[in-house]
């Protein structure tokens, strides 16, 4: 059985974290040093410059491994070290190539064996959500960062997203920012701008589609609105009550069973 601790115990217990600065602060908060991150996001989001961004700022503390098991040192790794600069942290940032689960392990096993390691991709690791398990536990004083596709707004797969549930870190990427969603978020609505151009691009014609979609939306609830209104004309106020009480229960129903289908849900999961 192990050691149970007091309140005042936890709280004097002394976690490293990374002493973020300026927009990482603010994004990120300070987040300790050990334990899992996962970052997901479409590709052409930012995602892969993003991590090469993170991996250069955390070699401002510790030694970062970078396992490149989707792009092995082809074309694309290559501009990515050189868009980001990577030869300023040379002797903090190593990239394997392709370098297998069990490998790895045995690597991170060793004396000065790096503090960070970035695993790219999850979904090219192999790993099941137990395997996921057994490798965080082997490793207790490393920090593993797990890079996954993303399927809609979620990392791809049933093992990624149970290790998004897990991770102390969760940082999701759109439209070249940087969300931070796990337990050290700081406050609502930060993030983290990859490219500023691209991001304010993307952002605002996002924007513009919502604004034509709520525009849209807004006619045709008028239509309907009108449309029952002009039907109803020549009944009494009674009946009139009576059609738009049955409407508003009818069109209840609908919301619900639109919302059930959003979600994938059936009446019999909540039974």
């Known amino acids: 059985m192990r050691r149970a601790y007091s309140p005042t115990e936890v ?4 976690i490293p974290s990374f002493p973020f ?10 987040p300790a040093q050990t334990g899992t991150w996962i970052i997901w996001g479409q590709s052409g989001n930012g995602k892969s ?36 600069r990577m030869e300023e942290v040379n002797r903090r940032f190593i990239i394997l190539d392709r370098e297998q689960m069990d490998e790895l392990s045995e690597r991170l096993l060793k004396r000065r064996s790096p503090e960070v390691v970035i695993i790219d991709s999850f979904q090219y690791s192999g790993l099941t959500y137990a395997s996921y398990k057994s490798l965080k536990e082997r490793h207790p004083n490393k920090l593993l960062i797990f890079i996954s596709h993303a399927e809609g707004e979620n990392p791809e797969g049933r ?5 998004a549930y897990d991770a102390d870190m969760k940082i999701r990427v ?11 978020i700081t406050e609502p609505g930060n993030h983290f701008t990859i490219w500023a151009e691209g991001a304010t691009q993307y952002w605002n014609g996002k924007k513009r589609k919502i604004t034509v979609n709520h525009n849209v939306m807004d006619e045709i609830i008028e239509a309907i609105l009108n449309d029952a209104m002009e039907k109803s004309e020549g009944f009494s106020f009674t009946d009139q009550s009576f059609i738009f009480s049955e409407l508003s229960e009818r069109f209840s129903g609908l919301s619900h069973d ?14």
């Open 159 to 163: 093992a990624a997203k149970k290790v």
């Open 11 to 14: 709280q004097k217990m002394s």
């Open 49 to 84: 410059a993003f991590v090469m961004k993170l991996a250069k700022y955390l070699c401002r503390w510790c030694r970062v491994a970078y396992d490149s098991l989707e792009e092995s040192t082809g074309l694309s790794l290559q501009n990515s070290l050189n868009r980001e």
């Open 258 to 271: 639109a919302l059930m289908a959003e979600y994938g849900l059936k009446e019999e999961d909540f039974e």
């Open 174 to 184: 759109e439209g070249f920012r940087a969300v931070c969603k796990g337990r050290f």
């Open 21 to 30: 600065e300026g927009e990482w602060k603010a994004a990120f908060g300070q």
